[in-house]
């Protein structure tokens, strides 16, 4: 029978994660596949086949791909654009044969306490923490680190769960919080959820992101994004812009580089997370094996004229495309930002007024009817904005986190009288 090839992508057939399709297709010219639970119901025609299973469960794509191995085809290697299938991807990728990354940086990349104790035993600075199940542990953690701490579950992602303590009752009422929000979310996500992390508090709101372009035995930072959080004691990702003015800064992107060599991820881009605090030392918040989420691959893409999903899967695929990403220079600024109601019920959506000349996009998600909570994670959203500047700024601007403001303010219509609560 002949033989005959596909990529499969994970993880690419959702929202803001378009762009990786055409990525794939500039990295090769086999066919793109993609997977999801019910190829039947849920067929995306973006792909040029999609498998019937569940993109987060090795299992199901193997016994998927054997389907389809009797027919001919084959996948040349997996690829996970998001953190629910970094570990799935890599497995099969394992199973068969096809590369990948070692389980014990799957591991790592996705079990932050793990993360943290390879983060140190390679010297690379990141706060302290403490694993903890039950209210006691947690009281001991608090002593043992000192107050503020940051209370997060060791396995989510989208600041869901993420709160900040500055007291002990704080710390008990967040840890109730964190769990809460694993009680609504833990299945839909398939994580455990069963322990949580104690984290000393890099106490101040700045915070990038860098994208990194791994390979075996170097590594080339692609983008540094500029993070904008919500008020405290929950820290949402507000607005992300690329470039930030911290681009040229090289102790920085030395940093994000050793991160992800501590962790041993030697393919693919990867997504490091770094807070500044007081006096300007870098720390390592996290690490993620995969291409930075929320659409900021599209601002990259906007900012450097280049498909950050292209070497991703160029990467997967064993081209080497270091020297691309050593040569790249930001052309523009790029922004995303979200939207967000003030709390209360949203009694009406005004949209269709003329916007702004930078906005670039905007997508509203919310609807009459809908309830608005304070900003806490990326399930307390009601849209999107993204926006273009031809400048490259040369100290942090405020006008993605404005602009976002003000429209929400003329878009979303409160409700008088009715309180919600946290
Ligand atoms: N130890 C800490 N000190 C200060 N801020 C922290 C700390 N840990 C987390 N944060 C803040 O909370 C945010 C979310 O935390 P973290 O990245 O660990 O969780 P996450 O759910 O994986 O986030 P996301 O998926 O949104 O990146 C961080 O980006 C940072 O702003
Ligand atoms: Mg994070």
Partial sequence: MLHKEYILLLGADQYLRERAFS????ATDIPVWAATEDAVRKLNRTFDNMLSADPRDAE???????AYSAQGWHPRVVVPLNDWTVDSANAVNRALGLGGLDADTVTNARNKYDMKQALVAAGVLTPRSRLVESEEELLEAVEAIGLPVVVKPYDFGGSGG??????????VAGLAASKAVIAQYGSAFNILGDKYLVEQCVDSDDEVSVEVLCGAGRAEVLAVTEKYLSPRPWFAEVAHLVPSHRT????????AVRACAALGIDRGLAHVEIKFDADGTAWVIE????PGGDGIMDQVERAYGINPYWLHVGSYLGNDLLDVVAAAEPVRTSAIAFLKAEPGRIEEV???KPLPLEVRSINIS?????????????STREGLIEL???ELFGEKTWLPVTTAKELSDQIFMIGAGETVGE
Avoid: H
Wanted: avoid cysteine; proline fraction near 2%; charge should be negative.
């Fill in 23 to 26: 990525g794939a297709k500039r």
């Fill in 60 to 66: 199901s794509l193997l016994s998927a791909i054997r």
């Fill in 162 to 171: 993420v709160v900040l303590a500055t007291t002990r009752e704080e710390a």
């Fill in 248 to 255: 040229g800064d090289a102790e920085l992107t030395a940093l």
């Fill in 287 to 290: 690490v993620a094996a995969r």
């Fill in 350 to 352: 005004l949209d269709g």
């Fill in 366 to 378: 919310a609807k009459p009817g809908d309830l608005s909570q304070a900003a806490k994670n990326w």
């Fill in 388 to 390: 273009e500047w031809d």
